[in-house]
């Protein structure tokens, strides 16, 4: 027989193993310890929930059990329904022959109770709802004990108040509040009752004189009165309330929205009884203690679109705003949504842009690490859109690439993600990098590599195409694009030179294009135009090669050649806003201004969302000694930016006043740049005097 103290010894060391393995994580239906990314067992289960208390709820085929970290089975922990730990304990119930048997087990995997009853509600502040044999519903402690015995028709919800216990309960169609005693705090004339927070409630009772009135449907429905109610101060207002909204986002400020009896707009109110401010439509949320989101519906059909304004109503945004959270970490995640025009970014408490309208998807709260989710719009092949989600800090700095369509963090050290592709099927990537854990995974440099390079990072693509472990041509052509962006074309060369000679390759004519740019740009002419020449024969005269070979010949100043090539594109597609933008950058370059004039306009005709086109007009007035004109365009590319923070467009802005005489103007824009440009603080120092 083993002596007590080497028993002791060998449970000890088993708890230090476990407590270094740390707690596990589910992989693709396997337990894995991520200290060692080893299993807990090698069963695979259909659904597990880790909980931090040292126990795993699994499924299994006949219902569900408990195990530990070690992956060993809890006694007495199997049951029909999920355990789920509330309050320290969890609720089991074997089912069967024992369905009104119900076992109490705590933290420890100890049952300290067992329970008839037909069915438990989770504990709250040590009591639970239950339902008797009788039909009736009561309130039990852990040990099983009843606070209030079984006499009422349904049992909802326990709060806690000042540490004091309430419980939602119902009798015959009417719900009250009552204590530990069984008293009554609120009587049972309530159709519902909801927590709002802290001590306040909206209870929702019947309009005894209309208790019926028609919705805007012309359907007659039943006529409800609302009252945000205190357990202390009973009705915080006299007057009646006929709507209340669900948004919860006033709450964090102690306010509320409501609609009073008799009035058409809504109320922003306080829990002192006091209304802030009325707004006619319910689509308004807080975003800060400063700043409001309003809203206002475009037509019938579509969600409101939101301007950003103070608590008088003062609008600072116009209504442009299509999504909104409130402020958190000093950050406002917002997208805009104007015409065709869509960004997603931050803005801090001032509504300064902190971080720039880079995502198509949408943006979300920074957490305490620092770090936020952010997402673009994807495309799916079954014509799906999805919102693909990377992470970036408050710099925005991309820590993870938006490539998954789901991310979790599980640990310290890692994030369990899920590729769109296959939404069953979880990895595991790096906090620190979102490098992938397992070499299988490798693929997913790949798409890094192509995001980076779409975002114009070709420093990073090159590093995330350089760590796959099998490159294929389109690695090999994309790693060419990286060297040739990095400035280093005899690198490039030396994987495109692999891919160019390939018949009946799409990637192939890609690769002669950005040869044919390389050659171009290294004044080898000829072989430039060659590459390109072809690659607009091997790819049956797409235009976008020629498009290409248009703005190539621009880069090296044969303005002539590029102009033609442009022209070309237009007329096989005279939507093409692209090209017409180019062949004006190249029309005012060879001093044809009316034409490049002609040419920008076309472009903002098919793409009036692009700010750049605005400033290149105005650029192109400017050479012509159209101030006044210039004027107009800048100031609308400024609009455009959404940003209060000077800008190269303010320059220009300056510039154009200087020049149509109003120097007052230019005055006040050299003032505004002074701080941030030496070149209007000398203008301003010279010309502004004092």
């Known amino acids: 027989m083993k002596s007590f103290s080497l028993l002791f010894l060998a449970c000890t060391i088993s708890y230090s193993v476990v407590n270094a393995q740390g707690k596990p994580v589910v992989i693709n239906g396997k337990l894995m310890y991520l200290s060692t990314l080893s299993p807990v067992v090698t069963q695979e289960y ?68 067992i329970i008839n009853a037909r069915t438990i509600t989770p504990f709250i502040n040590g009591a639970a709802c239950y339902k008797h044999d009788n039909l009736k519903f009561g309130l039990i402690n852990k040990q099983g004990e009843e606070i209030i015995k079984a006499q009422y028709d349904d049992c909802d919800e326990i709060f806690v108040v000042n540490n004091q216990r309430y419980y939602k309960v119902q009798k015959e169609d009417n719900w009250g509040l009552i204590d530990d005693n069984n008293e009554i705090i609120l009587p049972f004339k309530q159709r519902f009752i909801n927590h709002i927070k802290d001590e306040f409630f909206l209870r929702t009772y019947l309009d005894q004189e209309n208790p019926t009135k028609k919705n805007q449907w012309g359907r007659e429905v039943t006529n409800y009165i609302y009252s945000i109610w205190s357990i202390k101060k009973g009705d915080v207002f006299e007057r009646k309330i006929s709507d209340a909204s669900s948004v919860s986002s006033f709450l964090d400020y102690d306010k509320h929205i409501v609609r009073f009896q008799g009035e058409t707009d809504w109320s922003i109110v306080d829990f002192d009884g006091n209304t802030i401010l009325t707004y006619p439509i319910v689509h308004i949320r807080a975003i800060s203690e400063k700043y409001l989101a309003i809203g206002k519906k475009q037509d019938e059909d579509s969600g409101p679109v939101y301007a950003i304004s103070d608590y008088n109503l003062n609008e600072k945004t116009p209504y442009t705003i299509s999504w909104i959270l409130p402020i958190e970490h000093g950050f406002i995640p917002f997208c805009i949504s104007e015409n065709n025009r869509t960004g997603c970014g931050y803005v801090d408490e001032n509504l300064q842009l902190k971080i720039p309208l880079n995502y198509t998807g949408r943006t979300y709260h920074f957490e305490d690490d620092g770090r936020a989710e952010v997402g673009n719009k994807h495309k799916n092949p079954d014509g799906y859109t999805t919102n693909l989600i990377g992470i970036i800090n408050e710099k925005n700095e991309i820590i993870i690439p938006p ?79 990286a060297y040739h962006k990095l400035g280093q074309p005899e690198q490039a060369l030396t994987y495109l030179n692999q891919i160019t000679n390939l018949k009946n390759s799409d990637v192939a004519v890609l690769a002669l294009a950005e040869r044919g740019e390389i050659y171009l740009s290294s004044n080898n002419i000829e072989a430039g135009k060659k590459d390109f020449e072809k690659a607009f024969s091997e790819s049956n005269n797409n235009t976008s090669i020629k498009m290409r070979y248009g703005v190539a010949l621009q880069k090296v100043k044969l303005f002539d050649e590029s102009i033609q090539q442009l ?124």
């Open 46 to 113: 259909s659904q597990a929930e880790v909980f931090d208390n040292g126990l795993i709820t699994i499924k299994t085929q006949n219902g569900w059990k408990l195990i530990d970290y070690w992956g060993k089975e809890i006694e007495d922990s199997r049951s029909v329904t999920k355990p789920e730990f509330s309050d320290g304990v969890a609720v089991l119930n074997e089912g069967g022959l024992r369905a009104l048997r119900h076992r109490i087990m705590d933290e420890n995997g100890e049952i300290i109770s």
């Open 403 to 481: 490539i998954f369509h789901f991310i979790t963090r599980v640990s310290d050290e890692y994030y369990k993600v899920v590729e769109p592709e296959n939404y069953s099927f979880d990895e595991l990537i790096r906090y620190k990098d979102g490098s992938p854990v397992f070499k299988r995974f490798n693929s997913i440099y790949r798409k890094y590599g192509k995001y980076y390079g779409s975002v114009g990072d070709f420093q990073k693509a090159l590093v995330n195409f350089q760590k796959l472990d099998s490159q294929t041509i389109e690695d090999k052509l994309n790693i060419g694009i």
């Open 567 to 690: 022209n070309d594109v237009i007329s096989l597609y005279p939507q093409a806003a692209e090209a017409y933008e180019y062949l004006g950058i190249a029309q005012a370059e060879k001093n044809l201004l009316t034409e490049a004039v002609e040419s920008i306009t076309k472009a903002i005709q098919f793409n009036a969302n692009k700010i750049s086109l605005y400033y290149f007009r105005g650029q192109i007035y400017m050479m012509n000694n159209q101030p006044l004109k210039a004027i107009s365009d800048y100031e609308q590319a400024i609009k455009m930016t959404g940003s209060l923070n000077p800008s190269g467009y303010h320059i220009r802005l300056a510039d154009a006043y200087e020049l149509s005489g109003n120097r007052a103007k230019a005055c006040e824009l050299w003032t505004f740049l002074a701080p941030h440009s030496e070149a209007s603080k000398t203008n301003f120092e010279q010309k502004c005097g004092n």
